[in-house]
């Protein structure tokens, strides 16, 4: 049974860090990529960056213009089937709950359908 497990959440002052972590397990999961969403009160889920599968051979990580400059993805070179989102200069838009998940596209990574498998999320919330 595959499963997601965010952790790391948490209360943080604007400016201040947070690293979650996203661990996956249930199957071998070196060629799926995996990805952040968050999804803030009262909005739609969005997505925010993604580890994903190159060439068969090595992970990139993507991100949306709004946190490529203050987030960070990485992904454990092991076994892969654990993930993390550092999270610097945070602001208080960056307040929602905060979801890992998977798919075995390679050739995209935002788009929300594409992903089979989901975690239960974790709350960030910053405060001004």
């Known amino acids: 049974q595959v499963q997601l497990v965010e952790s790391g959440g948490g209360l943080v002052q604007a400016g201040g860090s947070l690293r979650l972590s996203c661990a996956a397990s249930g199957r071998t999961f070196s060629g799926y990529s995996l990805a952040w969403f968050r999804q803030a009160a009262g909005k739609e889920r969005e997505f925010i960056g993604a580890?994903?599968?190159?060439?068969?051979?090595?992970?990139?990580?993507?991100y949306v213009d709004s946190v490529k400059d203050r987030f960070t993805i990485d992904r454990d070179s092991a076994k892969y089937t654990t993930m993390y989102l550092q999270m610097n200069n945070l602001k208080v838009e960056d307040t929602a709950v905060y979801y890992c998940?998977?798919?075995?596209?390679?050739?995209?990574?935002?788009?929300?359908?594409?992903?089979?498998?989901w975690g239960r999320g974790t709350q960030v919330t910053v405060s001004s």
């Open positions: 580890s994903r599968w190159l060439n068969g051979r090595t992970y990139i990580s993507d």
């Open positions: 998940a998977a798919t075995l596209r390679y050739d995209r990574s935002g788009v929300i359908t594409d992903y089979a498998y």
